[in-house]
């Protein structure tokens, strides 16, 4: 059995609610909520897969859903206050794989400012969960693989961005989680 997991319902909108051979979780927005959630979830249950699916502000690059090799958070510093390094954290956690570089963080990115911080840091994408997700995945040994779908360009209102696009995102999930799935 694999789990189907996502920060939001609205990410979900385009798949049902019964997707053979998954279990779903929603998590909530943010580090914290995510990795509680998913904590909970695979202590009650051996699962042999975990399968993320979600929106992404786009740092760099094109529109379209991506495979997440590696996150990084980017709201984070040590002692010595570099950014994206935690005081007791991986800076980076990797799935393995091809794919991009993911920042997360605990707040919605919309503004250049942050966008360029982000961009020095090696990431193309952002979010909210993605870094929580696959580090608490590894602490169960539990395969991991995160799809992320371009939800804006994390800059301009970017929230408005986001709400619109929602809803397009999760059918082109759903479309990909049929494709390398099945089902």
């Known amino acids: 059995m694999r789990l189907l997991v996502a920060a939001l319902d609205s990410e979900l909108v385009a798949f049902p609610a019964d997707l053979d051979g998954f ?4 998590t909530g927005p943010g580090k914290l909520q995510a990795a509680y959630a998913l904590t909970r979830a695979l202590d009650a249950r051996d699962y042999d897969e975990i399968l993320v699916v979600g ?5 760099s690059g094109d529109a379209g859903v991506f495979d ?3 996150a990084i958070q980017h709201d984070v510093s040590d002692i010595d206050g570099i950014a994206g390094q935690h ?5 980076r956690v990797e799935v393995g794989g091809a794919g991009v570089t993911i920042a997360t963080g605990d707040h919605f990115v919309d503004d250049a400012e942050t966008v360029a911080e982000i961009q020095r840091l090696g990431a193309s994408l952002v979010d909210m969960e993605t870094y929580a ?5 590894q602490q169960y040994g539990v395969p991991i693989r995160v799809l992320k779908a371009v939800s804006d360009r994390a800059q301009d209102d970017a929230i408005t961005d986001w709400r619109a696009a929602v809803a397009a995102c999760s059918v082109e999930l759903r479309d990909r989680v049929r494709e390398l799935y099945g089902v």
């Open 87 to 91: 005081v007791s954290l991986p800076a």
């Open 23 to 26: 279990d779903r979780l929603v």
């Open 68 to 70: 997440v090799a590696a």
């Open 55 to 59: 929106t992404a502000g786009a740092i």
């Open 133 to 137: 997700y696959i580090w608490v995945a």
